[in-house]
């Protein structure tokens, strides 16, 4: 018998993005008190605003994500045309603004440790590259009083 870790079932519901939104809305609203983005599901009959980001739910390392300036590409038939598996959603959230300047960390927690932490962020020249977004592994972290000095100092947001 072969043994696989974790279960493939588990694979899939945690690579899903709505799955894992659900969860952290789940915790948002019963344990940290907090407000958490707007999600929707797109269906044929869904108005897509322009000023969203609409994204895939199985993608991976931001190969499905549509900027509000990617005109031509936020519309049903488009996304239809573009969905390479049977059992992927796509969805749509606000536009974070400081989310593409500054990119944004995903940790991966195993009984309850953090194992490893990826940052995603734009490329300096999306040209250059297959894709505009691109990923490392973090292995430095700084105190948020220090990144917050960072960000304040650098005019990224007045308010953090």
């Given at each position: 018998?072969?043994?696989?870790?974790p279960?493939?079932?588990?694979?899939?519901?945690?690579?899903?993005?709505?799955?894992?939104?659900?969860?952290?809305?789940?915790v948002?609203?019963?344990?940290?008190?907090?407000?958490?983005?707007?999600?929707?599901?797109?269906?044929k009959?869904?108005?897509?605003?322009?000023?969203?980001?609409?994204?895939h739910?199985?993608?991976d390392?931001?190969?499905h994500?549509?900027?509000?300036?990617?005109?031509g590409?936020?519309?049903?038939?488009y996304?239809?045309?573009?969905?390479n598996?049977?059992?992927?959603?796509?969805?749509y959230?606000?536009?974070i603004?400081?989310?593409?300047?500054?990119?944004?960390?995903?940790?991966?927690?195993?009984?309850?440790?953090?194992q490893?932490?990826?940052?995603?962020c734009?490329?300096t020249?999306?040209?250059?590259?297959?894709?505009?977004?691109?990923?490392e592994?973090?292995?430095?972290?700084?105190?948020?009083?220090?990144?917050?000095?960072?960000?304040i100092?650098?005019?990224?947001?007045?308010s953090?």
């Amino acid at each position: 018998m072969t043994v696989i870790w974790p279960n493939p079932w588990e694979l899939q519901l945690y690579r899903d993005k709505i799955s894992l939104i659900a969860n952290l809305n789940n915790v948002a609203h019963n344990i940290t008190h907090t407000s958490q983005p707007i999600m929707v599901v797109i269906t044929k009959d869904t108005p897509i605003p322009n000023v969203i980001v609409i994204k895939h739910s199985y993608s991976d390392v931001s190969d499905h994500v549509i900027m509000p300036k990617d005109c031509g590409r936020q519309s049903w038939r488009y996304l239809v045309k573009n969905t390479n598996t049977p059992w992927t959603t796509w969805f749509y959230q606000p536009y974070i603004c400081h989310l593409v300047k500054l990119g944004e960390f995903c940790v991966y927690f195993v009984d309850m440790e953090p194992q490893y932490t990826v940052w995603t962020c734009k490329h300096t020249d999306p040209e250059e590259v297959m894709s505009p977004w691109e990923f490392e592994l973090v292995e430095d972290f700084y105190l948020l009083s220090a990144l917050r000095y960072v960000l304040i100092t650098h005019g990224v947001h007045s308010s953090l």
